[in-house]
């Protein structure tokens, strides 16, 4: 494989939480396959921070474990773990209290690295963590900040984080992460879009008749059950996530690849959104696993919260207000427990005028879907003549386009969503970060949606394990003449 890594500049990376799940799990592992890669310079050092008691090595043999467990094949395959870690440090600190705030000073001063300091905790300790980086001195202007989702919980929340983070930061210093915004074929759909004359003439109204997202999960709540009950698919997929593809799918073309002018693109789409009204919306709630309920529990059961109303499957219709998609409708759904695990969006173009074939030929319609997991590619529905005798006869054939495929997969290095967004933290590139105005339009857009529901007490309608979700959600398009892509997987045709 040849090599394109460019190394970054030097830099320090003190990861708050440096102990937790997400450290361990995604943060950790990806830098460690960045410094594999040849990315990371050699006098560049990771700080872990957190309130376990741990000194430097201790810390060193947590993060071995981790990406051990962690870190896939290409960890594996790499055999350098020894030096990564000696590039390890670790600061036993309180977010809150004084208590280690000291030590972490002389360890970040006396150097001109780029600093970066990721909020790998609660939210609710990102005022905590700001102020006493500036308390101390490391809040100037070389500090970057990184902060994970959930970014409040509604627009007064946001609003109020945004407020406390702009005291300590100038905007230029605060990334925002979704990582959603670092998969490859999220990035793959402004190249598609942008760099081909094909697609950009026909992606409006007048020749998309729909275009569906769907963020479709196999695995219930798990260990999240306390978190999720608290938030829902509304709060913890549709306002991120969903509403960060609908974006890109639907945003003018910027002016130029660069952080403001992408994000100012995608929030005047936020911005067009119309307010989705009740009939428009489908709240679920997962159902136990019939025969093996023990194993798969309910919703509620796996909440422990008997009488929740909190929604783990939400569909629902919107339009965005503008010259370019006026009338075309955007249909949303995210869920757990579903029949597959697929991230797709798919736009759905419209009948050809008048079919020169007659009736009898059938009418199809061209369908773009873009993949983004699992298999990530794109496919073209393209109508052709059914092969053979008989006349004519329309059939639909997906031109099928798998990156993995298309593209030798030798000649591919495969580049996790978190390890791409935090090279681009020391880059200094925030193109693929939310910015604070984009995050405070998605919140003023979903507030009155579930502020509706919770004025109505709707209660979410059961749907069973492994099944497309509430049998409403597929309402919702059948009454308007369409329907979503299935998710259920095909079986194989026989001798396949
Ligand atoms: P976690 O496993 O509970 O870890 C929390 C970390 O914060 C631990 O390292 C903990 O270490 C540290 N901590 C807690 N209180 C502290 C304090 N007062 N001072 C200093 N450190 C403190 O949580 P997580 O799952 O890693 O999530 C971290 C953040 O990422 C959250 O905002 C979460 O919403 C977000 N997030 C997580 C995931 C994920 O997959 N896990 C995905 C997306 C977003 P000590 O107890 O040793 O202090």
Same mark, same amino acid.
């Given at each position: ?21 997400? @450290? ?17 310079? %050699? ?42 870690? #000696? ?51 490391? #809040? ?62 026909? &992606? ?28 829902? @698919? ?18 003018? %073309?910027?002016?130029?690849?660069? %952080? ?17 009204? #009740? ?43 503008? &010259? ?35 009736? /009898? ?25 059914? %092969? ?11 031109? /099928? ?51 509706? &529901? ?9 749907? /069973? ?32």
């Amino acid at each position: 494989m040849v090599s394109r890594v460019i190394p970054v500049d030097l830099f320090d990376l003190v990861i708050f939480g440096g102990t937790g799940d997400l @450290a361990r799990r995604k943060i950790l592992p990806g830098l460690y396959r960045r410094f594999c890669a040849g990315q990371m310079p %050699p006098q560049a050092r990771v700080i872990g921070a957190a309130r376990s008691e741990l000194d430097s090595e201790g810390y060193r043999t947590l993060v071995r474990e981790a990406i051990e467990e962690f870190g896939g094949e290409e960890a594996k395959a790499c055999d350098s773990l020894d030096a990564f870690l #000696a590039q390890l440090e670790y600061v036993t600190i309180d977010a809150r209290g004084e208590g280690g705030w000291k030590e972490l000073q002389s360890l970040m001063s006396g150097t001109d690295h780029i600093e970066a300091y990721y909020f790998s905790v609660a939210p609710s300790l990102f005022g905590d963590i700001a102020e006493r980086l500036q308390k101390w001195g490391m #809040a100037d202007e070389r500090a970057r900040i990184v902060v994970e989702k959930p970014f409040g919980r509604d627009l007064e929340t946001a609003r109020a984080l945004n407020k406390t983070l702009a005291t300590y930061f100038n905007e230029d210093q605060i990334y925002r992460i979704d990582h959603y915004l670092g998969k490859e074929t999220v990035q793959n759909l402004m190249a598609v879009r942008f760099g081909n004359m094909l697609f950009e003439p026909l &992606w409006n109204s007048q020749y998309v008749d729909h275009i569906q997202i769907t963020v479709a999960e196999t695995v219930g709540v798990g260990g999240r059950g306390e978190y999720y009950d608290k938030s829902g @698919a509304m709060r913890d997929m549709v306002q991120n996530h969903l509403m960060q593809l609908l974006c890109l799918i639907a945003m003018e %073309p910027p002016a130029r690849f660069d %952080p403001d002018a992408v994000r100012d693109e995608k929030l005047k789409v936020i911005r067009a959104l119309d307010p989705v009204p #009740a009939y428009h919306i489908v709240r679920g709630q997962y159902q136990a696993e019939a025969c093996n309920e023990a194993d798969n529990p309910g919703y509620r059961t796996a909440v422990d919260n008997p009488r929740s109303r909190t929604e783990s499957f939400i569909a629902l219709r919107t339009q965005i207000s503008n &010259w370019r998609w006026a009338g075309t409708p955007f249909y949303l759904r995210t869920g757990k427990r579903l029949a597959d695990r697929a991230s797709e969006i798919t736009v759905v173009f419209k009948d050809t005028p008048h079919s020169i074939f007659g009736e /009898d030929a059938g009418r199809h319609r061209n369908v773009l879907s873009i993949r983004l997991q699992p298999n990530e590619g794109i496919t073209l529905g393209v109508t052709i003549k059914e %092969p053979g005798p008989g006349g004519m006869r329309l059939i639909d054939v997906p031109l /099928d386009m798998s990156f993995a495929d298309a593209l030798k997969e030798d000649d591919v290095e495969h580049v996790d969503a978190y390890e791409r967004l935090i090279m681009d933290v020391i880059r200094g590139n925030q193109t693929l970060f939310m910015r604070g105005d984009e995050v405070e339009a998605a919140w003023a857009w979903t507030d009155p949606i579930i502020q509706g &529901w919770e004025a109505r007490n709707d209660v979410p309608k059961p749907y /069973d394990h492994g099944s497309e979700g509430p049998t409403d959600a597929v309402e919702l398009l059948r009454r308007e003449g369409r329907a979503w892509r299935s998710l259920t997987p095909k079986t194989p045709k026989r001798g396949a």
